[in-house]
């Protein structure tokens, strides 16, 4: 992930709008932000989860994705309502990327979701991987959620620090959950938790 003011937590580790500040961090002049769709970006998106699979540990896959599996991708994205925003450049390449989705897919998780960000290599060091995440904190917001989870690897630094400077808190890290480029790899949680929703409910 890449990396405006960092956000802290209020009582009860819950993090308000107040404590976020501005949700949406300064992206690079010139990008524009925009709704992706299938027929628009899964071709970019696809490039950014191989090219990540491919040479880091940000994707636990070892085999590049197909794009019958960015139809499938898509199709769950749309059926759970959960919004995949990017940037594009002035010349309409997409820069980066961030969604969430499901944490478990058991009803009482309802108000939980896990969420990603992957920026184009290209484009790294902008303060992409910053605005993204502020505003898919923001979409969480209005839709009501309550926990984000981002299950980041042990050793990728830069990720972390920028899930702490927005807010997040480490919740666990799983030791030896994967294993690629002939190493075990730990996977760490980190959670940050929203003051919404106003009146959660069962089922």
């Not at 730990?186 to 959660?200: E, M, W």
Request: hydrophobic residues 45%; aromatic residues 10%; neutral net charge.
């Amino acid at each position: 992930m890449g990396a405006a003011t960092a956000g802290t937590l209020g009582r009860a580790g819950v993090a308000t709008m107040r404590d976020m500040g501005n949700p949406a961090a300064t992206p690079p002049a010139g990008a524009v932000l925009v709704e992706c769709s299938h027929a628009r970006h899964a071709e970019a998106i696809l490039a950014i989860f191989n090219d990540a699979i491919l040479h880091s540990t940000a994707l636990y896959d070892y085999h590049p994705r197909t794009a019958a599996a960015m139809q499938a991708w898509f199709h769950a994205k749309q059926a759970g309502g959960y919004p995949v925003l990017g940037y594009e450049d002035g010349r309409g390449r997409l820069m980066g990327f961030a969604s969430y989705g499901a944490f478990r897919p058991y009803p009482a998780n309802k108000y939980t979701v896990e969420h990603s960000v992957y920026i184009d290599g290209r484009f790294r060091g902008q303060g992409l991987g910053e605005a993204l995440l502020r505003l898919i904190i923001e979409r969480a917001r209005q839709a009501q959620l309550h926990v984000l989870v981002g299950g980041i690897d042990a050793a990728n630094a830069p990720s972390i620090h920028l899930h702490e400077k927005l807010g997040f808190v480490h919740a666990g890290t799983i030791r030896h959950a994967g294993f690629k480029f002939g190493r075990w790899l730990d996977l760490a949680f980190y959670q940050l938790t929203l003051d919404t929703p106003a009146q959660p409910v069962d089922g």
